[in-house]
């Protein structure tokens, strides 16, 4: 049973009270709601704990964050708080194959000869075997500098309002816009999609877009309605294909340029209307169309050009006109050859190509396990709670000091309360000032 109103430890951010109007009242209770939506709310964003670096571990496929003050290199979960928590870091989600830089060279740097500043060690790693040489297996792209998308854009969760999906292949992130999937608002996708793949359940959803931790499903009519047209809007919805492979790993790779387009390998291209078009929107024929034969210890792809949809697709750059007459930009056109892998390719691959073209491959046929911290378990424990064990680890005098000093401040704002309660007035900043001040300059209150 939590605890009565008047005996809540409310946690708020310094920032609170001053950006609010200072005529307006705040009651105890919306004080009490915000501190408890704070409490949530960090919970549910740091739900594992941080006392860990996971440089020991390896090269793993675990969440990533770039630090912009520190080079933009990526450091682990536990350094991203314990290293780095006072720093511009850049949320780059689940990376492959990576591993932290945090005790490294990549970030901790020589100080020049004659610097009296301390080389940076990190918190969580052993300082004697510290720093480690770099991980030049790491791959950085232009995320690390906080860009993300072909067009090069900034990702700010507290403003950014379209879907983006993840690359399989370089795990980037694209705007939908920029995948060429948003149709304009004037052409509805109906005629498009129809012949699309059957959307299959929820737990086989593509890889999913970055959203605001803080955001909210609105309850506003309008924003429903526009959220539905969007939806409409989509060309390739995100229940009927697995993963996207973005243009540039399509051409990486001469078995994904000889797919691009056919059956299952769904692109969007320019149609003779000026609008778009999803073409490999099933799957069709044997197995045996996509692999022919074993030769020289390689398989032998072939075209099937019997299939309109099947033939070799042209994905050089170009530059073209819109239905409007302007001319697309040269990231916009690039769209030309994003791949959407239907549900099951990548498991028939898995039987139908070799080795050697299994590991040419710009992208993994089975998702390995993400690497996650072991769980906080203080995480469901109340402010009150982790107060209460943060002053038992205290030294015994500190603790009664401590103590002491809480009684007082709480006896004296209780005082002040019932004051203004019995006098029907409000209790003001003033108010809160003084007895601070009191406390401060050691006066009895």
């Known amino acids: 049973m939590p605890p ?5 430890f409310i946690l708020l951010p310094s920032t609170y009270l001053p950006s609010r109007d200072p005529t307006s009242t705040v009651t105890l209770q919306s004080l009490i ?19 860990e670096c ?26 991203s708080i314990s290293c ?18 945090c005790p490294t060279t990549s970030m901790q740097p020589e100080p020049p000869a004659g610097n009296q500043v301390k080389r940076r060690r990190c918190a969580l790693y052993p300082p004697e075997i510290q720093p480690q040489s770099p991980n030049h297996k790491n791959k950085y792209t232009h995320n690390f500098e906080g860009e993300f998308c072909r067009c090069g854009r900034d990702y700010n969760a507290e403003t950014e309002e379209e879907a983006m999906l993840s690359c399989l292949g370089c795990e980037d992130w694209f705007h939908e816009s920029c995948l060429n999937l948003l149709l304009p608002a004037s052409i509805k996708s109906e005629a498009i999609t129809e012949q ?24 506003d009519a309008q924003a429903a309605e526009e959220e539905d047209d969007d939806d409409e809007r989509v060309l390739i919805p995100s229940d009927t294909y ?11 790779n001469p078995f994904m340029k000889s797919q691009a387009g056919k059956g299952g390998w769904m692109m969007i291209e320019p149609s003779s209307s000026g609008s778009w078009e999803v073409i490999g929107k099933s799957v069709t024929g044997s197995d045996s169309q996509i692999v022919d034969e074993m030769k020289n210890g390689k398989r032998a792809l072939q075209e099937d050009e019997a299939d309109a949809h099947a033939k070799k697709i042209k994905l050089d750059d170009a530059t073209v006109k819109a239905s409007s007459g302007e ?21 028939k691959l898995k039987t139908q190509l070799d080795e050697s073209t299994i590991a040419s491959l710009p992208f993994p046929l089975e998702d390995g396990d993400i690497y996650e911290p072991a769980r906080d378990e203080q995480e469901d424990q109340t402010t009150e709670e982790v107060m209460t064990q943060a002053l038992s680890n205290l030294p015994r005098v500190q603790t009664i000091e401590a103590l002491h000093g809480y009684q007082r401040l709480k006896n004296r704002l209780s005082e002040m309360l019932a004051e203004r309660a019995a006098d029907g007035r409000s209790v003001s900043k003033e108010d809160i000032d003084e007895i601070f001040e009191q406390l401060r300059s050691g006066q009895q209150v």
Not at 84 to 101: A, I, N
Not at 196 to 214: F, I, R
Not at 336 to 346: E, P, Q, T
């Open 84 to 101: 780095h928590g006072e720093h511009k870091l850049v949320e780059l989600w689940t990376k492959r194959s990576f591993r932290c830089d």
């Open 4 to 8: 009565a109103s008047s005996d809540r």
């Open 33 to 51: 709601d915000v501190s408890d939506r704070i409490q949530d709310d960090a919970r549910e964003t740091l739900p594992f704990k941080f006392d």
């Open 54 to 79: 996971s440089y020991g571990k390896g090269h793993l496929r675990q969440s990533v964050w770039s630090c912009i003050d520190c080079g933009g290199k990526g450091v682990c979960y536990g350094c």
């Open 327 to 347: 001319e697309i930009s040269d990231w916009k056109w690039q769209g030309k050859g994003d791949v959407f892998l239907s549900h099951g390719i990548r498991e």
């Open 242 to 252: 697995d993963s996207l492979i973005c243009s540039a790993c399509v051409r990486s």
């Open 196 to 219: 699309l793949p059957t959307p299959v359940t929820a737990s086989s959803q593509p890889l999913g877009e970055p959203v605001p931790a803080s955001s909210a499903p609105s309850v």
